[in-house]
């Protein structure tokens, strides 16, 4: 049965309210994390759909969404301990955390610094390992990628918060989608906190995670979107050969948001990833 709840609060142990939706009432935990300048309500595609055979908890990342707004905790360690809290006050184990971009790093995060509690099975979806440009490494964003673009970047969040929406668009559809649902996006980005938006981008983009990936113990599914122009599909598929047990998934004719563009595909597979593991995915394209 696919039971939808209202909106309900957790608080974190520095006091923070962070918001989240659950849909569904029986079979595994999936818990679905945003990236950068979203919200839950991305996933509104998907929530439903996956939730007639899983519990889906829905997570807005604090600064995002309807969750808290303080004045600290511009770190993905700190989404990560979010997270750790989330799972913790809702006796959730064995959890399906799927994370798209920078929700894949606060996945990476929460490994780095809690181990694999609570975690069953974890979904990557188009976030390379780093982001910034390195002596040895040409694959991270295509937008924001050195000191240089995050003070761009910075500067249009500062005094053009509604381009960066727009931006958001431009960069990480593939497939167009209807109006309504692109006015839809670009309010929840709205929602966020443009200072909170900048401070967490600058520590995001320089985390270096290609050392940790391959101590990841759990099956692990990575999504690419090939037409991407937020990351070269080529960089995020490292991810898929960095960690141990995890198979990759090419979504060839999606950019950036997959789960968006190509739904159906997307909750098909994380939906059976979920139930039955790496025996319900094979490599290759769709």
């Not at 595909?265 to 939906?271: D, E, G, R, S």
Request: overall charge neutral.
């Amino acid at each position: 049965m696919n039971a939808e709840k209202k909106e309900a609060f957790i608080t974190t142990n520095d006091g923070v309210k962070v918001a989240y939706q659950c849909f569904g009432s029986e079979g595994p935990v999936v818990v679905l994390l945003h990236g950068w300048s979203g919200s839950r309500h991305y996933y509104d595609r998907n929530t439903h759909e996956i939730g007639k055979s899983c519990r889906v908890y829905a997570v807005d990342l604090r600064f995002h969404g309807s969750s808290g707004r303080p004045e600290w905790g511009y770190h993905v360690a700190r989404l990560a301990a979010d997270l750790h809290d989330l799972l913790q006050i809702l006796d959730l184990w064995d959890a399906t955390v799927v994370g798209s971009s920078m929700g894949a790093s606060v996945i990476w995060a929460y490994i780095e610094l809690f181990g694999h509690q609570h975690l069953g099975k974890l979904v990557f979806v188009d976030q390379t390992p780093l982001q910034n440009n390195a002596e040895d490494w040409r694959l991270g964003s295509l937008g924001c990628y050195d000191a240089a673009s995050l003070a761009r970047l910075q500067t249009t969040l500062r005094l053009d918060f509604g381009a960066v929406a727009r931006g958001n668009l431009a960069a990480c559809l593939a497939r167009p989608l209807d109006a309504s649902i692109q006015r839809a996006l670009c309010d929840e980005t709205r929602r966020a906190c443009p200072d909170a938006l900048s401070r967490l981008m600058a520590d995001h983009t320089q985390l270096d995670w290609r050392p940790m990936l391959p101590r990841i113990r759990v099956p692990c599914l990575n999504l690419i979107g090939r037409q991407s122009a937020v990351f070269p599909w080529q960089g995020t598929e490292v991810v898929g050969r960095l960690v141990p047990a995890c198979r990759t998934v090419v979504f060839e004719n999606c950019g950036h948001w997959l789960y968006l563009e190509q739904p159906q595909t997307f909750n098909k597979l994380v939906a059976e990833f979920a139930q039955d593991g790496l025996s319900s995915v094979t490599f290759g394209s769709v």
